[in-house]
């Protein structure tokens, strides 16, 4: 008889953007007259730059003509485009990463879904609380999360690290030690950032105890202050402990195109097994690439062109994230985030839940967000607001708040 993964009947209700997008949807059937503005999920708003337009439009040229036709890639993607990451995310900041430690993929939410899979079904995970939901999920998925607490919602045998204001959203070492330790920065909600002089901290706590972090640094373009680490390569020892992950959907909009990158330095071994070669092994079993002509898009990215484009998509996004945080901090909310994140982190007003404040915003200002708690327990009381939309959405977005 056929049995499930009964890991997958642990899950708690559905994706958390799924729930957003299945109420908002509700809720615009039922009020075709109102015009519900989407800050929830962060997900761009601005077309493609033109630099990477005309590299798709070439590359689908290529894929026509026999001469230039490619058929499958290269298991870890086109040299072109690692050696251009290798060298212009990495060596140009200092950090030694080689364009064979790259692995070219469709996003960062699937890599940082499926990374789990080349470690131990007994690996200890920590988290942020609150955190992306993916991290925990797919560790649910694969069973390395004990049981559900309905009351406290927390796994048994997940570490959570909670992320509050009073340690200013950013993780304390934890009291019990992970094998696996998931870190987000900037931060995917809260929009915070560590130094680098605290980054050195995870890393060195990595080193002495056989952990492994994953990095996720999908926010990275939105880095705006100094001293601010862009990767965990700028870490001493860095290599020896740390995956990093990637995107091209927030710095430059690919969330519809889909590509991204994980880095596995061939230090980092475990049982005295390199890493490296476990993800190359899945990436060549289970994985065909990004496909050609996204891969020649993403290489634009990095073209002189393509690098003030993008630039100036990201600036435009963090106007939108200025006015986000100014708006409500002089409507007198408690706000953060916002000045190295594409994400702005608010306290729901008057004591309310973070769903209630949800339903409330939607129905009295049809304005979306994401509610704190879809994030983790720590996450309750609070509301996430995307600086993705387009400005004059994000306009009267706020000017609709401040009228509530
Ligand atoms: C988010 O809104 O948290 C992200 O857009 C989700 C994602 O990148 O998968």
Known sequence: MVTVNENYLKLRGSYLFSEIGRRVNTFAAEHPDKKVIRLGIGDVTQPLAPAIIKALHEAVDEMGAAETFRGYAPDLGYEFLRKTISEQDYKARGCQIEADEIFVSDGAKSDSGNIQEIFGADNRIAVCDPVYPVYVDT???????????EEKGLWSDVIYMPCTAQNGFAPELPAKTPDLIYLCFPNNPTGAVVTKAVLQEWVDYANKNGAVIIYDAAYEAYISEDNIPHSIYECEGARECAIELHSFS???????LRLGYTVIPKDLKRQGVMLHSLWARRHGTKY???????????????????????????????KNASYILDGLKAAGYTVSGGVNAPYIWMKTPDGMDSWEFFDHLLKTANVVGTPGAGFGPSGEGYFRLTAFGKYEDTVEAIERIKRM
């Open 139 to 149: 560790n649910v998925m694969a069973g390395r999360t004990g049981s559900f607490d």
């Open 250 to 256: 927030k710095n430059a909009g690919f969330t519809g």
């Open 288 to 318: 065909n690439g990004a496909p050609y002509i996204v891969q020649r898009a993403g290489e634009a990215v990095y073209s002189e062109e393509g690098k003030k484009q993008v630039t100036a998509q990201v600036a435009a996004y963090m």
